[in-house]
Each structure stands twice: as structure tokens, then as C-alpha cells.
């Protein structure tokens, strides 16, 4: 599993990295000339993912973020809804368990909020930034398999809040970034790794991708 989450960890910020290659530059420029009548719009719509990681288990999601604030302010602020699955190992015998090795540990709605100080510009089209933010989760359901493994069969809390500080560069088209997320309460009842003693995953690290319209 490790490699796998490795493999997900690499493969998708070099992909976004791409934005400030040469080619990435060139994407962008031909974004904005398709949107010439409004090239630099105060408002902006995109399609959000997010990748966490803690220990043996991961999160994986994708919603919409709202931007408010072009890429050359020094403030912007973003609000957004998304949906996560949570991912542990699967702590059924190697004869029975999924392919992947992996299991669910339940599904939440979230909607995260970041304000973001864009400080310098890291290209002709993009800034770096620092920022600091929220998130307020729903539980969607528990996971399926790790769910069976504890007590009362119960996985996630019905509701989470979290402080997430993050870093990134924006430019007209694309926002990555990475983050830190602390929760405010134990989001799970127990550790989504299959391992009953395996600690609380209550702080995760992550990266975020938001592609816009």
C-alpha cells in the first residue's frame, strides 16, 4: 500500500508542477487568449481535488472551489464543497482482501474556506502564496470492511472542523498547493488503518489541485 500511496503522492503534483514548465506557460497563455473578453475575471469556478496522508491511510476527494480574487491581488479567498473517501489497509487475510489492499473508512461532504496572502510572483503568470483556512465535514457513511473491526461498527464522527494552513501557487488557470490539516476533535472513532492500536490520525498532510474553467 505503501507504494501505491507513494505512486499517488508523485504522480499528481509533478502533473500540476507541469503548470510552470514552459509548456505549462504556454497553456496558460492560451487559456486567457480564449478568454480574451474577460481575460483576468475577479471571480473564478473550478474543478477541486485533494489528496491527505496519514500513516497507512489516505483521503481522496473532488468537488468545486470558488476563487474570489484575480491572481496579480494580494488577497484571495476561496470556499469551496467537496466529497472524500477515506482509504485503510484491508485487515482481512491476504486470501480474501481486494487486490489493492486497500478498504474503505467512510465517505465525508466537506467544505473547506482559505484565505490566501499572495506574496511574489514565481513566474509571469503565477504567484506563490501562504494562507490559512477551515474545513467543516459531514459523514456521508462508515467504511465498509474496517467498519466491522471495532466496536458498535462505527468509523466516523457525524461532523469535523479543522485548521489547515497551506502553501501554493496560483496563476489564471491553475491553484496547487499543499497543506497541513488539524482537526479540532478526533474525526474517526478509531485508526482507519485496520489496526486497532495503531493511534488516532487526528493531523494529515496533503496537497490540493484546482483547475478552472
Known amino acids: ?7 499517488i503522492i508523485l ?6 508542477m507541469a503548470q510552470w514548465s514552459s509548456e505549462g506557460v504556454a497553456y496558460t497563455r492560451k487559456f486567457q487568449n480564449k478568454k480574451a473578453k474577460n481575460p483576468n475575471p475577479m471571480v473564478t469556478v473550478g474543478f477541486y481535488h485533494t489528496g491527505d496522508f496519514y500513516k497507512n491511510a ?3 476527494g473532488g468537488g468545486f472551489m470558488l476563487n474570489i480574487g484575480r491572481y496579480q491581488d494580494l488577497l484571495n479567498y476561496s470556499v469551496g464543497v467537496e466529497f472524500i473517501e477515506y482509504l485503510g489497509a484491508d485487515p482481512r ?5 481486494n487486490g489493492l489492499g486497500l478498504a474503505s473508512g467512510g465517505g465525508q461532504v466537506v467544505v473547506p474556506a482559505i484565505l490566501k496572502l ?8 503565477t504567484k506563490f502564496y501562504v494562507g490559512c483556512g477551515g474545513e ?3 459523514k456521508v457513511h462508515d467504511g465498509g470492511v474496517l467498519k466491522h473491526y471495532y466496536p458498535n461498527e462505527k468509523m466516523m464522527r457525524s461532523h469535523t ?4 494552513p497551506v502553501v501554493g501557487w496560483k496563476s489564471r488557470a491553475i491553484d496547487f498547493g499543499v497543506f497541513y490539516k488539524h ?6 472513532y478509531n485508526s482507519i488503518d485496520g489496526k486497532k492500536n495503531f493511534g488516532e490520525d487526528k493531523a494529515r498532510f496533503g496537497y490540493f489541485l484546482t483547475c478552472f474553467f
Do not use: C, H, N, W
Not at 504522480?11 to 500540476?16: E, G, I, R, T, V
Not at 482537526?183 to 474517526?188: E, I, Q, S, T, V
Open 1 to 7: 500500500m505503501k507504494k501505491i500511496l507513494m505512486l
Open 58 to 60: 489516505a483521503g481522496l
Open 183 to 188: 482537526y479540532l476533535d478526533k474525526p474517526f
Open 11 to 16: 504522480a499528481l503534483p509533478m502533473a500540476a
Open 118 to 125: 499572495q506574496l511574489f510572483p514565481t513566474s509571469k503568470e
Open 93 to 97: 487475510p491476504e486470501d480474501t482482501r
Open 161 to 164: 472542523l479543522a485548521v489547515m
Open 136 to 138: 467543516l465535514g459531514f
